[in-house]
């Protein structure tokens, strides 16, 4: 009998330390569903993968949504834009208070790839489980997906306009603040100017940089609301942003060059199966 009380006290000696390891060691939580390898959550949007109606940025030939971002804005708003909201009271100065909110998604997000801590090649996280780690934890784990929706809500709660963009195999937040000097290049979301991208993936990167492959290329951009969570069809004219910089303004794509490009993310965002 006593062996048996010593096993049971080492198994939750052993299941308490896997739990403070934190979220890289995690799978998905209750309540999602897996079907025919994929995993969906209880809105039905599928979290393994980008495209289609049914992914979680519902990718298709003729634009994307970033439906995952909708599940902690409106009526369930909760932690993330809640985040978003206190950090926006500390800081009276506009800028400043950008700047701390993408500092606290930066530094508190270890960049991890999916395979690392799902037993999938791509899953996303809402801006709310992630920031629940965070919370939890003091640091999350994610990829560019993740970071991206994540600061998108928190800037939305912060009382910001943002949006998230979609370039060739990454992703990343755009915030709207046309005041922001330090930015290494600004962007136009549909001829309107004043964006700045916010990239949360690299731990040296300030609010603003920019990396090279993003200039002077097409990308999609889609600023985030209140919107009804549902596989609704993408808008059939994707909104394009181009960079602006002191050298001049990359001109606009034409419509068709923009659905090429969208056909050729489609597999970057696909979910691969796992070699077993």
């Keep these: 009998m006593k062996r048996i009380e010593v096993l049971f006290s080492l198994m939750l000696v052993i299941v308490a330390g896997l739990t403070a390891t934190g979220y890289v060691s995690a799978t998905p939580s209750a ?6 390898g ?8 599928c979290r393994t993968t ?3 109606q049914d992914g979680f940025y519902q990718i298709t030939e003729t634009g994307f949504r970033p439906v995952i971002a909708f599940q902690s804005l409106g009526e369930n708003a909760d932690l993330a834009y809640s985040l978003g909201e206190q950090i926006a009271l500390k800081y009276p100065d506009q800028l400043q208070k950008a700047e701390a909110i993408f ?9 991890t790839p999916d395979i690392d801590q799902f037993p999938y090649e791509e899953f996303a996280q809402n ?20 970071s991206a929706v994540l600061l998108a809500v928190m800037y939305k709660g912060a009382g910001y306009r943002s949006a998230i963009a979609v ?12 005041d922001y000097k330090k930015a290494a290049a600004t962007f136009e ?19 603003g940089w920019v990396p090279k492959e993003v200039i002077n290329v097409e990308l999609m951009a889609y600023e985030i609301s209140e919107e009804a969570i549902v596989p609704a069809k993408p808008p059939t004219a994707p909104s394009t942003i181009v960079t602006k910089t002191g050298k001049g303004t990359s001109s606009q794509p034409f419509p068709f060059f923009s659905i090429i490009l969208l056909l050729w993310l489609l597999p970057l965002f696909r979910r691969r199966k796992r070699a077993r």
Aim: aromatic content about 12%; proline content about 5%; glycine content about 14%.
């Design 31 to 36: 309540g999602f569903t897996e079907m025919n």
């Design 38 to 45: 994929d995993v969906f959550d209880s809105w039905g949007i």
């Design 50 to 52: 980008a495209s289609g």
């Design 103 to 111: 500092y606290f998604v930066r530094d508190r997000v270890n960049y």
């Design 127 to 146: 801006a709310d489980e992630l920031a629940a780690i965070i919370d939890q934890n003091g640091v999350g784990y994610g990829d560019c997906e993740d």
């Design 167 to 178: 370039g060739p195999g990454h992703t990343a937040a755009l915030v709207y603040l046309p």
């Design 189 to 207: 979301l549909e001829g309107e100017p004043g964006w700045v991208w916010a990239e949360a993936t690299g731990k040296n990167n300030p609010l």
